[in-house]
């Protein structure tokens, strides 16, 4: 009697470990919803320009302001600085 109660404890910490593993993957982290968020938890970039970052659940950020050619891109009084348009 002991050894079945000792099993089914054991078997429904299995299933509860599992569900921990397994319910977190289900839902996408909200608290990602910028291209500097995504880029602070260390997602990878999907192309150089526009530079995008793409998320474990397949969301898509683009960077703000971006430029990739030159300071022409930035328009009037700005600059092309390390790929981002900055005010000069």
């Avoid at 289900?26 to 998320?55: E, G, H, M, Q």
């Amino acid at each position: 009697m002991k050894l079945r109660h000792i099993a089914l404890f054991f078997i429904a910490c299995v299933i509860l470990l599992l569900l921990l593993a397994v319910v977190p993957a289900l839902f996408p982290d909200n608290s990602i919803n910028s291209y500097d968020s995504c880029k602070a938890k260390r997602n990878p970039t999907v192309t150089i320009f526009p530079r995008t970052c793409k998320t474990p659940d397949g969301r898509i950020f683009e960077q703000p302001n971006s430029c990739y050619l030159g300071d022409f891109e930035c328009g009037k009084g700005n600059k092309c600085w390390k790929g981002i348009c900055q005010p000069k």
